[in-house]
Each structure stands twice: as structure tokens, then as C-alpha cells.
């Protein structure tokens, strides 16, 4: 099995080599997350997201799981800048792939779960 977490590279432009993220869950499942800054991400529909610090070294560290709930995209986006600014996130990682709402349930279990077990085993 490969990391936890890794970048998804698409393709050779270096604009694009950052853009794509995998997250691994603890079923060994990964993820396709798109990154934005927490500035920069657009309003969102229905997702699972990740709240994320980047470090000066380019490592990431999730800070904490979620998946929107509201219909309205604006609420959204407003709820994943606040809980990102109280926390020190500087970027969202965003899966649009789960479609139902027991879908993102499910991925944010696994990926929440993924986290607290490597947590325990570094601690």
C-alpha cells in the first residue's frame, strides 16, 4: 500500500502538478481531491472536504473532515472559509465524487479514520 496521502499528478504542466491530491482512507480506498487555497476556492456544492495546513516545505496536514451540507453553494463556501480560518487551514481539498449524502458520510468516515489511526501510531 502507498502513502497515507499523496499529490495526483495529471499531467506535465507545471501549473497543474499541485491542482489534484489523493487522500487514502482506511479501507486503503484513495480519494481524488481538488486543492484550492482557502481564499481561492469557489463556492461549492454537496462534497466532502478536507481542511488542510500546507507547510513552508510543501507537506500537507489535514486538520480536519467534513462534507457540506447546505443546497445553497454561497453557505457552503462561507462555512468551509470560517472553520478553515479558526483552525490555520490555508488550503480545501475537495472530493466532488461521492454523490449521495450517505456516500460522502461514508468517504469522510474513512478518511476521519485513516487519520486518528495514524495519529495513535506516531504518538
Not at 457540506?68 to 468551509?80: E, G, M, P, Q, R
Not at 450517505?102 to 478518511?111: I, K, S, T
Amino acid at each position: 500500500m502507498g502513502p497515507a496521502e499523496e499529490p495526483a499528478l495529471v499531467c506535465a504542466e507545471a501549473a497543474f502538478d499541485q491542482a489534484f491530491h489523493y487522500w487514502r482512507g482506511a479501507s486503503g480506498r484513495r480519494y481524488l481531491h481538488s486543492v484550492y487555497s482557502l481564499v481561492g476556492c469557489p463556492a461549492l456544492p454537496q462534497a466532502n472536504y478536507i481542511l488542510v495546513r500546507r507547510h513552508e516545505d510543501g507537506t500537507r496536514e489535514a486538520l480536519a473532515f467534513g462534507d457540506t451540507k447546505d443546497d445553497a453553494i454561497s453557505l457552503n463556501l462561507a462555512h468551509l472559509r470560517h472553520a478553515g480560518a479558526k483552525i490555520g487551514a490555508n488550503e480545501v481539498h475537495i472530493h466532488l465524487l461521492a454523490e449521495t449524502a450517505h456516500d460522502r458520510a461514508l468517504v469522510e468516515a474513512d478518511l476521519t479514520a485513516a487519520h486518528t489511526r495514524r495519529h495513535a501510531e506516531a504518538a
